[in-house]
Every structure is written in structure tokens, then in C-alpha cells.
């Protein structure tokens, strides 16, 4: 997310954008599984496909027993994430994540290990994964992520407003996150396994942005079911139908149990065929994922040598 990327402004809560809404479920299985099965991606466009998927990954530890050394090596893993020989067989100079996402008291070693590097920094905050914190607390929390150097901010939203269908509650919360945020973007996890229906999904999308939202997430990694396909449409047509009434383009990140390059190169063609090329790039679609990156370099270097390494051979993501 380039920091010149324009704001979401917001706009006041409106639930008559969002309330009747209906998702046809088979429906939306039925349109993910006809875009991954007329794929057709030739091996060159594959590859830069998953260049692509490296440029756009906000690359995650949120493990509970992260140090400042495992942060240190996840850092430089994003300044080069891939190995010397694969870089240079792809006709690439310079290549690097998104972003680094960590929890708040991690931020100020990434930040360090990430100086001159341009790559931003993004802290989940606010009781991530689940939440349940005084609202105070978890602002106070934001603001510490944000002092501490933090470019990007992960808030997590309460799942029993949206599953009380308290639009105004939820929709007050995430504009004080936002507040709280001051000049960090801020991306809105709604934690779409634990959410109950695909409508809710959208209605929980659709509050988050017109609560200024500058990037809607599927989850935390955490939940039972993270992110899936049919949750990915859902929210990229709320993202779209917001863009259309208000003219704001929003970001996307599909977040949880991403793990393989396949995984990479369906959801950039989702987001191609849902919001065209413009979408594909790190101001308006990340992947959160924190074991993603190896199989994309396996596949690079095969496509680089024609033989796949022994994974022992790559630095651990
Ligand atoms: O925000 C990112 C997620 O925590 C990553 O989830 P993951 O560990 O399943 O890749």
C-alpha cells in the first residue's frame, strides 16, 4: 500500500446500501469454481503471476512465541524473498513483499529491520485475533502500533455486532479505530468464519468501509474457517458496489490458510475478473499469509531451472 494511495473517506452509516441484501449461495460456489477452472494461464504468465502474488503478500508471523530474531528473519526474508539464481533467471533486479505484519510489540524490531527498505510495516491491533477487549484498550492499542512505526494497521471487528445485526455499534467502533489510526491505512479483518452467512459477510464489508475502511480482510488465520473463495467474491462485490456509489476504490486481502502457489493464482484471478488488472497491485490487494511464500519460490525456481529444489535448500519463510 503505497502511502499516497488516497483514503477511503467514508461515508455515514447507511444499512439501507446493505440490509435487504441476499447471496445466493450455490451461486457463488458455482462463479469461483468456473473462475479457477478456465484459469488457462500459459507457464511465462504464471510466473509472473506469482512475481505478482510475491509483490502483493504482507508477509506474517503471529505466533505466540515470535522473538525479535524470528521478526529479524521474516524481515529479511521480505527484502529478498527469493534466492539470488531464481531472481536473476527471471530477468528480476529487484523484487520485495508488501508488507511485514506483526502483533504490536513487534513492530519496532520490523521497523528496524526494515529501515530504507520501503517496505511498510502492518501491525494487527485491537485484541487480535478475537476482539474482546474494552474498546478503550484496543484503541489505546492502535496508537501504540502507530507510535511504534507501524505504516499499516490489522484491526479486528466484534462478530457479535454484526451477529446482533448492530449496524450502529459495529459501524462506531471501526470509524474510532480509524480515528485511532491517524495516518496508517487501516485494513478491517471481519472474521468471515465466525460470521454466520455470506449476507452478513457483505453487510459487514459494506459497514466497515462506509466506516472508512481502506482495506477489507477476510480473517485472522485463527478462526476455524478463514479465507475461502465464495467469501472472496462476497467482498469484492461489496468492495465494488461501494466504489460504485461512492467512487472510493478499496483494497482487498484474502488472509488465512493461503499456503500454495495455486492458492496465489486463484485469488489474483478473482480480483482480475471481478475488478480488472488495476486491482492486482499492493495499493489495493495484499495476501496475508505466513507460509505462502515457499511454494511460490518452488514453483519459480522450477519454472527458472525446469527442476524443483529440495526445500531444505530455501530460507525459511
Ligand atoms: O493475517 C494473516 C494471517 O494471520 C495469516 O494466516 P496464515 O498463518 O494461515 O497464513
Not at 13 to 35: C, G, H, K
Not at 131 to 142: H, S
Not at 179 to 186: L, N, V
Not at 204 to 217: H, L, S, T
Request: charged share 20%.
Amino acid at each position: 500500500m503505497t502511502q499516497t494511495h488516497p483514503r477511503n473517506p467514508g461515508h455515514p452509516l447507511d444499512p439501507s446500501w446493505f440490509e435487504q441484501i441476499a447471496v445466493n449461495t450455490p451461486a457463488a460456489e458455482a462463479r469461483v469454481a468456473d473462475l479457477t477452472a478456465r484459469r488457462g494461464l500459459t507457464r511465462e504468465w504464471q510466473a509472473a503471476w506469482l512475481v505478482n502474488a510475491i509483490r502483493c503478500i504482507d508477509l506474517t508471523t503471529l505466533a505466540g512465541d515470535d522473538t525479535e530474531a524470528r521478526v529479524a528473519r521474516l524481515c529479511a526474508k521480505a527484502r529478498r524473498p527469493l534466492a539470488d539464481h531464481i531472481l536473476e533467471g527471471l530477468g528480476l533486479e529487484a523484487l520485495t513483499t508488501g508488507a511485514v505484519c506483526v502483533y504490536p510489540t513487534m513492530v519496532g524490531a520490523a521497523v528496524r529491520a526494515l529501515a530504507g527498505s520501503g517496505i511498510p510495516v502492518a501491525s494487527v491491533a485491537t485484541g487480535f485475533p478475537a476482539g474482546l477487549m474494552p474498546l478503550p484498550l484496543r484503541l489505546a492499542e492502535i496508537r501504540y502500533a502507530v507510535e511504534e512505526g507501524a505504516a499499516e494497521i490489522d484491526i479486528v471487528i466484534t462478530r457479535a455486532h454484526v451477529l446482533r445485526a448492530d449496524w450502529s455499534a459495529l459501524y462506531d467502533e471501526i470509524a474510532a479505530m480509524r480515528e485511532a489510526s491517524g495516518a496508517a491505512h487501516m485494513k478491517a479483518i471481519l472474521a468471515t468464519g465466525e460470521l454466520g452467512s455470506l449476507a452478513n459477510v457483505y453487510r459487514a464489508a459494506m459497514v466497515a468501509m462506509q466506516a472508512g475502511a481502506d482495506f477489507i480482510k477476510t480473517s485472522t488465520g485463527k478462526e476455524a474457517v478463514n479465507a475461502t473463495l465464495p467469501v472472496s467474491l462476497t467482498m469484492v462485490r461489496a468492495l465494488r458496489d461501494y466504489g460504485a456509489r461512492t467512487g472510493a476504490r478499496i483494497g482487498f486481502k484474502p488472509a488465512g490458510g493461503l499456503r500454495t502457489a495455486k492458492d496465489a493464482l486463484a485469488w489474483q484471478i478473482l480480483m482480475r475478473e471481478e475488478m480488472g488488472r488495476d486491482w492486482l497491485t499492493p495499493a489495493l490487494f495484499r495476501i496475508g499469509a505466513s507460509s505462502l511464500l515457499g511454494d511460490i519460490e518452488r514453483q519459480l525456481e522450477q519454472h527458472v531451472t525446469g527442476r524443483f529444489a529440495s526445500s531444505s535448500r530455501h530460507a525459511l519463510a
